[in-house]
Structure formats: structure tokens, C-alpha cells
């Protein structure tokens, strides 16, 4: 009876380190541009609230603001423009838009108007509606609209490189800013996010 435990014992340790083996880890770490290593991971809503706040504050420090502050006596009105997604992978690139209208409205340095032809629409429905129901002091009819003078767009872009079961991935985001009337780009920056992920032979 003992030897059949023994060998039971000895069955399931063997099984055990079978299971083990034949399982995987995955590991994920956000690291800086020049790290060297990984394997890559998925561009996340972290990614993209870090992305917005750093190219704010590089658009926010930059000369052009004032610059058109000096000549034209007050904050430029801005309107964001289209993100291109050229990466690899699926990027909700209205989510980065969100983040980044969020804190260029917050920072108070610039006037924000909508470019969404969603929110557009909309505006415009509410304008008619008041137009025909609302009182003559309170309507707020078409053009009386604030027109912007400068525009944000950009891209953001991806590489990746595999090797001995490991990949690193880049994602750079590059943004520029118009303007409307001359269409001269006043401002231009990116920001890189590279992400390593390891995955080992063992673990669970």
C-alpha cells in the first residue's frame, strides 16, 4: 500500500511539473524610449492619457501661442482636426482626441471649438429648434458661430521588431498645428511610447 502511494506521489509530481512546463506567463512593462528589450503590448487608454498630456504640455510651452497672442491681442481659437491611425493595430484614436481636448480646454491658454460634424449637426438642429420655438432674446442663430484659427492634426504610427520569442513596439505620435488662414504650421512634435512585454516557458 505505501508503494502505491509512493508511486502516486511520484505520478503527480511528474504530471505537476508536465502542467507547468506546458504553461505561460505574459509580463507587461512600459518602459522609457531607449530601454532596450521586449515583447510588445497593446496601445491602452494609459497610453493614450500619457500621449495627450505630454504633446499638450509641449504644445502649451511652445513659442507659437505667444506669438499669436503678441500680434493678435488675445488666445488663438483652436479646433482639433483629424488623428490618423498608421499603426499596425486597431487604435480608437477619438479616445487620444478626447484626452487631448480635455486638457487643451483645461489649461486655459486657447479658446476650443468642436470640429466634429456629430457634435456640428447637433448644434445646428438645436439652432433651428430654438429658431422657431424659443423666444427672439434667447435664440441663437447661424452665423454668429466662432470660427477657429488654428488646427491640430496628426498621426500616430507604430513599429515593431521580434527576436528569441521577445518584440518591442513603438508607437509615435506625431502632431502639428495650421494655421487656417495662411496655412502655415505654427507648431510641430512627437511623442514616443515604447512597450515591452515578456513572455516566459513556464508559469501561469
Same mark, same amino acid.
Request: net charge positive; hydrophobic share 35%.
Given at each position: 500500500?505505501?508503494?502505491?502511494?509512493?508511486?502516486?506521489?511520484?505520478?503527480?509530481?511528474?504530471?505537476?511539473? =508536465?502542467?507547468? @512546463? %506546458?504553461?505561460?506567463?505574459?509580463?507587461?512593462?512600459?518602459? #522609457?524610449?531607449?530601454? &532596450?528589450?521586449?515583447?510588445?503590448?497593446?496601445?491602452?487608454?494609459?497610453?493614450?492619457?500619457?500621449?495627450?498630456?505630454?504633446?499638450?504640455?509641449?504644445?502649451?510651452?511652445?513659442?507659437?501661442?505667444?506669438?499669436?497672442?503678441?500680434?493678435?491681442?488675445?488666445?488663438?481659437?483652436?479646433?482639433?482636426?483629424?488623428?490618423?491611425?498608421?499603426?499596425?493595430?486597431?487604435?480608437?484614436?477619438?479616445?487620444?482626441?478626447?484626452?487631448?481636448?480635455?486638457? =487643451?480646454?483645461? @489649461? %486655459?491658454?486657447?479658446?476650443?471649438?468642436?470640429?466634429?460634424? #456629430?457634435?456640428?449637426? &447637433?448644434?445646428?438642429?438645436?439652432?433651428?429648434?430654438q429658431m422657431k420655438h424659443a423666444r427672439s432674446s434667447t435664440v441663437h442663430g447661424p452665423g454668429q458661430q466662432t470660427g477657429a484659427d488654428v488646427m491640430i492634426t496628426g498621426s500616430i504610427n507604430s513599429y515593431t521588431a521580434s527576436r528569441d520569442g521577445k518584440t518591442v513596439r513603438f508607437y509615435?505620435?506625431?502632431?502639428?498645428?495650421?494655421?487656417?488662414?495662411?496655412?502655415?504650421?505654427?507648431?510641430?512634435?512627437?511623442?514616443?511610447?515604447?512597450?515591452?512585454?515578456?513572455?516566459?516557458?513556464?508559469?501561469?
Amino acid at each position: 500500500m505505501r508503494r502505491f502511494l509512493r508511486s502516486g506521489s511520484v505520478f503527480a509530481g511528474a504530471a505537476l511539473v =508536465l502542467a507547468l @512546463s %506546458g504553461c505561460s506567463s505574459y509580463s507587461v512593462q512600459r518602459v #522609457g524610449v531607449d530601454t &532596450a528589450g521586449g515583447v510588445t503590448s497593446r496601445w491602452t487608454d494609459t497610453d493614450a492619457r500619457l500621449t495627450a498630456k505630454t504633446m499638450i504640455r509641449k504644445a502649451l510651452d511652445a513659442p507659437w501661442l505667444s506669438r499669436f497672442q503678441a500680434k493678435n491681442s488675445r488666445r488663438p481659437v483652436v479646433e482639433l482636426g483629424q488623428i490618423i491611425n498608421r499603426s499596425d493595430q486597431h487604435i480608437n484614436t477619438r479616445l487620444f482626441l478626447n484626452h487631448f481636448q480635455d486638457e =487643451l480646454i483645461n @489649461s %486655459g491658454k486657447v479658446r476650443f471649438v468642436t470640429a466634429s460634424e #456629430g457634435h456640428r449637426n &447637433a448644434a445646428a438642429a438645436e439652432r433651428e429648434y430654438q429658431m422657431k420655438h424659443a423666444r427672439s432674446s434667447t435664440v441663437h442663430g447661424p452665423g454668429q458661430q466662432t470660427g477657429a484659427d488654428v488646427m491640430i492634426t496628426g498621426s500616430i504610427n507604430s513599429y515593431t521588431a521580434s527576436r528569441d520569442g521577445k518584440t518591442v513596439r513603438f508607437y509615435e505620435t506625431h502632431l502639428k498645428a495650421i494655421n487656417l488662414t495662411s496655412n502655415e504650421i505654427l507648431w510641430g512634435s512627437q511623442y514616443q511610447v515604447k512597450k515591452i512585454a515578456n513572455q516566459s516557458s513556464m508559469g501561469f
